[in-house]
């Protein structure tokens, strides 16, 4: 009877210490990522299907150098080919992800800045509309990647916190990278009139 009684005890301090171990909210945690994650990737698909008809709005009303409109569509293609799967979050993966997009917002802003020399490709309703539309985009997938940023922050911080670290060692949670700014932020912008 004596064993029964202390079998029933441990089993109950068993369960009582694994529910502390903090397993259940890294789970909790790193399904969060996983979730602003998505969020980021839609955003950016969100822009990779804005571009094509941002192109074709400027081929039909503006003739000019045709490499801007195939750098576009070539760093589009790139971008859209690059993923990264929520369970493969590492810092090395997150930087290459970055660094295609990087190239495709590049891209982009050049093609913006050369449209300043066609008024009337500005004042068509339709480029107005996509430009607009490509604004609203680079602003979500900011708060985006911000979302995403704190929920990294959140989950590596309690995968490395006492003592849950130690279970988090012992499951394999591992920490996730970080979105960090484009290696071009740091040069201010040239503005010419």
Known sequence: MKRLVFGILAAVIAVSTLSSCGYNSMVKLDENVKSKWGTVQTQYQRR???????VSTVKGA???EQGTLTAVVEARAKATQMTVKADDLTPENIQKYQAAQGQLSQALGKLLSITEAYPELRATQQFS?????????????????????DAVQEYNGKIR?????????????????????????????????
């Open 48 to 54: 990779a299907d804005l571009i094509p008809n941002l």
């Open 62 to 64: 503006a003739k000019f």
């Open 129 to 149: 509309d996509l430009s607009a539309q490509l604004e609203s985009t680079e602003n979500r997938i900011t708060v985006a990647r911000k979302d995403f940023n």
């Open 161 to 193: 916190s006492f003592p849950t670290n130690l279970t988090a060692g012992m499951f394999g949670f591992k920490a996730k990278g970080y979105f960090e700014a484009d290696a071009t932020a740091k040069d201010a912008p040239k503005v010419e009139f």
